[in-house]
């Protein structure tokens, strides 16, 4: 079963454009990940926020986390062709998850050159 | 250092049939998860393998199998396969206790 939803499912924009993806979570956890995953092809890892962090930034990228709320934020600035891909947030993984990973359901992000 | 690698990257099977796939993981990377990927159920946890024991088992039946070897390379198999079971499926490994996983480039099989 998936962990949470994402929105939009879908997301169409213009290179240079920001792209924002939302993803909400049922559990109480101790991080979450953001992964990139290119045509059908494996995941990459893009950033890791832990649960006693609010924001976290990595080049183009800010994450932020509201655990109160349950719910996390992937902003993508000044996007380009390349960036397109489908973007999941993922929760677990280390401790005692052992190796589990739960994701969201994605969002397909699509940037027009 | 090498990434993950899935062997085979593609595979076509009819039902009934077996399957085994194969995932060698980053060097000195212990622990290997698997993953199954479709476009209905999204990507769900397979099951995971630390020093060739099985820590962690998803909600899939018990025709989906693993082990991984001394070495740290895992395999999977499905037996009687169904055309549900046409999916990507994904390996990642990861240092032990540590959240971040790097994934394969994933093995897509179609039953047919």
């Known amino acids: 079963s998936q962990q949470g939803e994402e929105d939009p499912q879908a997301l169409s924009i213009q290179e240079g454009e920001n792209a924002t993806m939302n993803c909400s979570y049922k559990t109480s956890i101790n991080n979450l990940q953001w992964y990139r995953q290119n045509s059908g092809r494996g995941l990459v890892h893009l950033i890791l926020?832990?649960?006693?962090?609010r924001e976290k930034h990595s080049g183009r990228l800010r994450v932020t986390l509201d655990t109160s709320k349950k719910s996390s934020s992937l902003l993508i600035t000044a996007s380009r062709a390349a960036d397109t891909a489908s973007y999941f947030c993922?929760?677990?993984?280390?401790?005692?998850?052992?190796?589990?990973?739960?994701f969201g359901q994605g969002t397909i992000l699509t940037v027009h050159p | 250092k090498a990434g993950v690698t899935q062997t085979p990257r593609y595979l076509i099977k009819t039902r009934g049939q077996q399957v085994t796939l194969s995932c060698s993981p980053i060097s000195g990377h212990r622990s290997v998860s698997w993953y199954q990927q479709t476009p209905g159920q999204g990507l769900q946890f397979l099951f995971e393998?630390?020093?060739?024991?099985?820590?962690n088992k998803g909600n899939f039946p018990g025709r989906f199998s693993g082990r991984q070897f001394s070495n740290s390379r895992s395999e999977m198999n499905v037996s009687t396969l169904e055309l549900g079971d046409s999916a990507l499926y994904l390996c990642a490994s990861s240092l032990p206790s540590r959240e971040t996983q790097y994934f394969g480039p994933g093995t897509r099989l179609l039953v047919l």
């Open positions: 993922a929760t677990g993984g280390g401790g005692t998850s052992y190796g589990k990973l739960t």
């Open positions: 926020i832990r649960s006693n962090e």
């Open positions: 393998y630390f020093s060739e024991t099985q820590r």
